[in-house]
């Protein structure tokens, strides 16, 4: 049986990312005090740790697959093949929520993060969608700055929101 | 004896207090809220619901959480039954008969079966935690740094190895955790590690952060992509809610036999639900005079898992507390809430902070009949919150997900970490590498370092104290032993 190129790269990511601790490590101070071990100890013993375990994966993955995995078939776990759009759909509401939030606000960012999820899970009802996302962000934003004393900031918004939030 | 007694009406004059009742009666309501949510297990539920409690005193916080706590199991079997999706490995076994019973047009016995049985085993198990807490104390009252690492090693060793379908799988996740426990300020020397001159990473990755990608956004992604454009099929409530007297009959010795399985594998440092409540299956199946009922819908096959899922969980309180070590995603998480009030559990907190702990030991016995009253007759309204469609739930549960995480520090770092826990998450999902052990190792990684320096500081660098102290040496031989065995035995056999 082939090796499965997804088993091969995970496999392998494991051992380079052992290495590179490993080179990190190297970077760390080594004085430990009276116990005689250093910051650097533990980094060591994890990076060694996950350069084993990625040999190991990797020999599993040439001998045959990863043992007792799930099902590499979707159909066999109950589930419907891979849909790139709807997973590229949902990372952007996430990344735009991360660029929106310190500039547009926590209400906006919210209301784009909600819509474009909704999107990603079949929603063709964009306009809606927003609107809930900005009704929920807005009860949520009052709700933690006026009553719980957490400041989110309120963005473009500042002016609508009366000086709540930062 | 009698002063545990005395300290548990103490702790019940603290939570019987109207303000703390209330806090305990929200616990559960909103528990049980995010809890129902489909692929919202208990652990994440916690995670996203902490910043709720920022306002509270340490003990109404706690409060609310044993509240949360129980209200995010419960929520978690109603959507079993109903819908068929566990939210996490312990409801698997739940799910077998019970989705079954549902089919059936059973819904309502089973459901009652569980909220019941939930009620029995978790209020047995807080007494067996009431009466045993102290005793472990006392116990670990006397342990050194050595014993505290052999505890923890131990700990590791169960929840990575042991637990699942992979034993190297399960350790890849428990190094990545301690990988991501290593970064920020050494605590012992001050220099800081892995944080690449980023500020915000000198504090180190959050726990709840990391609970939150893993469970929610790596949840989100992989659920968009694998299992947005199937049909649904919820399964109604017909009929009574109510069990008939054969029900009962049935039901009870399940309960019981059950509570005895789950309680003793979630107070001994060896984790997770997941092995209990397969065991209470396989049980139940075995001494039940209806196995022609196995695989159609036979209520012990419910009423047993759910009620050990319940006293193993409740069980795990017992290492928490006394020891601070936590043997489940979801404890791991109470953990990181204790620490955030400045908590650190472990035997001096029964000392110093005797009104928490008790607070919080009677409250588990009221959040228990908080559950019973409030969630069978509402379970009306759990029904409907399982019908939003799907969209627009994931919407919301990414809203309230990216909230938990953002809040801790308005931090746009803790942001991009959690999409970047999100797709580490999708890749563990997908690849069947167990998600609990990072979780654990996370948290777990910094106290175990840091009693295994403070161990040979006092031995003056000499790392013989782990094998010449007995304690410590016996905890670590049987790790060894659950590791290695295993492994010996499969390439033993091959040959």
Redesign the interface.
């Known amino acids: 049986m082939k090796a499965k190129p997804a088993e091969l790269i995970l496999a392998l990511s494991v051992v380079i990312l052992g290495i590179a601790v490993a080179l990190g490590t190297s970077q760390l101070s080594g004085a430990g005090g009276y116990a005689k071990v250093g910051p650097n100890v533990a980094p060591a013993v994890i990076a060694g740790a996950l350069i084993l375990l990625g040999i190991w994966l990797l020999y599993e993955a040439l001998s045959g697959g990863w043992r007792n995995a799930i099902a590499d078939d979707p159909k066999a776990r109950g589930e419907h093949r891979f849909h790139g759009s709807a997973f590229i759909w949902v990372s952007l509401g996430l990344i735009l929520q991360i660029v929106l939030i310190d500039r547009a606000g926590f209400v906006l960012a919210q209301a784009a993060l909600f819509a474009l999820v909704a999107r990603g899970f079949g929603s063709v009802k964009l306009p809606r969608d927003f609107a809930i996302g900005l009704l929920l962000g807005l009860s949520v934003f009052l709700f933690f700055v006026k009553f719980l004393n957490v400041n989110l900031p309120a963005g473009w918004l500042k002016p609508l929101l009366g000086g709540a939030g930062i | 004896m009698g002063d545990t007694f005395g300290l548990l009406m103490h702790g019940f004059s603290i939570a019987l207090t109207p303000l703390n009742l209330l806090w305990g009666f929200v616990g559960v309501m909103l528990g049980t809220f995010i809890g129902v949510l489909p692929g919202v297990g208990p652990a994440l539920t916690v995670a996203m619901l902490m910043?709720?409690t920022?306002?509270l005193d340490p003990t109404g916080a706690l409060i609310m959480f044993a509240g949360i706590y129980y209200g995010a199991m419960y929520g978690g079997s109603t959507t079993t039954i109903l819908l068929n999706t566990p939210g996490e490995s312990a409801s698997i076994a739940t799910a077998l008969e019970g989705n079954l019973m549902a089919k059936n047009g059973r819904a309502g016995p089973a459901l009652a079966t569980c909220a019941i049985g939930s009620f029995v085993s978790g209020t047995i198990a807080t007494i067996l935690v009431t009466l045993l807490a102290p005793v472990v104390v006392e116990i670990a009252l006397k342990f050194g740094p050595a014993e505290y690492f052999a505890l923890m090693v131990f700990a590791f060793t169960t929840v990575s190895a042991v637990i699942g379908?992979?034993t190297?799988?399960g350790?890849?996740s428990l190094?990545?955790g301690?990988?991501l426990g290593?970064v920020g300020i050494?605590s012992?020397?001050g220099?800081s590690?892995?944080a690449f001159g980023v500020p915000e990473l000198l504090d180190g990755v959050d726990v709840v952060v990391l609970a939150v990608g893993l469970f929610a956004?790596g949840e989100?992604?992989y659920?968009?992509?694998?299992?947005?454009?199937?049909e649904e099929k919820m399964e109604e409530i017909k009929g009574s809610l109510w069990m008939s007297k054969e029900d009962w009959k049935r039901s009870w010795p399940a309960w019981l036999r059950a509570t005895a399985i789950g309680f003793p594998f979630g107070s001994i440092p060896a984790g997770g639900a997941e092995i209990p409540t397969f065991l209470s299956y396989a049980v139940e199946k075995k001494l039940t005079k209806y196995p022609e009922e196995f695989g159609k819908g036979a209520i012990e096959g419910v009423a047993g898992p759910e009620a050990a899922n319940n006293a193993s969980v409740t069980g795990a309180l017992v290492p928490l507390l006394t020891l601070g070590i936590p043997t489940s995603a979801t404890a791991a998480v109470l953990l990181s809430a204790f620490q955030n009030y400045g908590i650190s559990p472990g035997p001096l907190l029964f000392q110093m902070q005797a009104d928490l702990v008790w607070g919080l030991l009677a409250s588990l016995y009221i959040g228990n009949v908080l559950l019973l009253i409030l969630n069978l007759p509402l379970v009306g309204i759990w029904v409907k919150v399982l019908s939003i469609?799907?969209?627009?739930l994931?919407?919301?549960i990414?809203?309230?997900a990216?909230?938990g995480a953002?809040?801790l520090h308005?931090s746009?770092v803790d942001?991009?970490m959690?999409?970047v826990f999100?797709l580490l998450g999708f890749?563990m999902r997908r690849?069947?590498i167990p998600v609990a052990p990072a979780v654990i190792g996370l948290i777990l990684?910094p106290l175990a370092?840091t009693q295994?320096?403070?161990a040979?500081?006092i031995s003056?660098?000499d790392p013989s104290v782990f094998i010449t102290h007995p304690i410590s040496a016996s905890i670590l031989g049987l790790s060894f032993i659950l590791l290695v065995v295993p492994l010996i035995v499969r390439l033993v056999r091959r040959k």
């Open positions: 910043p709720l920022v306002k379908s992979s190297v799988r350790l890849t190094f990545l301690l990988l290593v050494d012992q020397t220099s590690r892995f956004v989100a992604l659920v968009s992509a694998y299992a947005s454009r199937l469609p799907q969209p627009l994931y919407g919301g990414l809203v309230f990216t909230l953002y809040s308005q746009v942001l991009i959690l999409y999100g890749i690849w069947d990684g370092e295994a320096r403070r040979l500081a003056q660098g």
